[in-house]
T-cell receptor, first 113, second 115 residues
Framework: GNSVTQMEGPVTLSEEAFLTINCTYT??????LFWYVQYPGEGLQLLLK?????DKGSNKGFEATYRKETTSFHLEKGSVQVSDSAVYFC????????????FGTGTSLTVIP | ETGVTQSPTHLIKTRGQQVTLRCSSQ?????VSWYQQALGQGPQFIFQ???????GRGNFPPRFSGLQFPNYSSELNVNALELDDSALYLC??????????????FGPGTRLTVT
């Protein structure tokens, strides 16, 4: 079946620290992979995506590389800011999922000044 | 270009009642998906509508039903509400064409509380 596993939170970092949030997936076929961000009281916003193996998605200093050999899509940022505090969701979707999105449970990030 | 909007923002219902949630798709989008996000969890797929027909359903009972209208807006109806139905309900719209579905955009959600 299809599923996404994210590292448990919450994660607390100091401003300018390096961020990694791990995400691994199980899927039939070759899905697209996504990171979404959810700020308090809001819906989900697409942060970045990758549609095939070895693709790197990037946006606002965040990056993630689609690794087929390790079935992973880890999110990284070199220097976090207080404004990055949010919940981050890894997700997959594709033709073999009926275009349905499968989300991880989310990782809460708090960045302190 | 307007984004995805949902109404109401918050709703409180009593167990056993029925509720209707509404979603207006982003301009030009023909596909709507609904998700349930329980507190501290990731969104769970309820169902998807494409051209007014249900086009995929997650593991939710029949008391969760929906509609999509000719203008591609959508409703989610839940009958016989249970306490576990308390959650944030998210709507997402996208464009589907030639068997491909492009990026989906989420609305801000409706927070449903069942007491």
């Amino acid at each position: 079946g299809n599923s996404v596993t994210q590292m448990e939170g919450p994660v607390t970092l100091s401003e300018e620290a390096f961020l990694t949030i791990n995400c691994t997936y199980t899927a039939t076929g070759y899905p697209s992979l996504f990171w979404y961000v959810q700020y308090p009281g809001e819906g989900l916003q697409l942060l970045l995506k990758a549609t095939k193996a070895d693709d790197k998605g990037s946006n606002k200093g965040f990056e993630a590389t689609y690794r087929k050999e390790t079935t992973s899509f880890h999110l990284e940022k070199g220097s976090v800011q207080v404004s990055d505090s949010a919940v981050y969701f890894c997700a997959l979707s594709g033709r073999n999922t009926g275009n349905q999105f499968y989300f991880g449970t989310g990782t809460s990030l708090t960045v302190i000044p | 270009e307007t984004g995805v909007t949902q109404s109401p923002t918050h709703l409180i219902k009593t167990r056993g009642q029925q509720v209707t949630l509404r979603c207006s798709s982003q301009s030009g989008h023909n596909t709507v998906s609904w998700y349930q996000q329980a507190l501290g969890q990731g969104p769970q797929f309820i169902f998807q509508y494409y051209r007014e027909e249900e086009n995929g359903r997650g593991n939710f009972p029949p008391r969760f039903s929906g509609l999509q209208f000719p203008n591609y807006s959508s409703e989610l109806n839940v009958n016989a509400l249970e306490l576990d139905d308390s959650a944030l309900y998210l709507c997402a719209s996208s464009l589907s064409a030639s068997g491909r579905r492009f990026e989906q955009y989420f609305g801000p959600g409706t927070r449903l509380t069942v007491t």
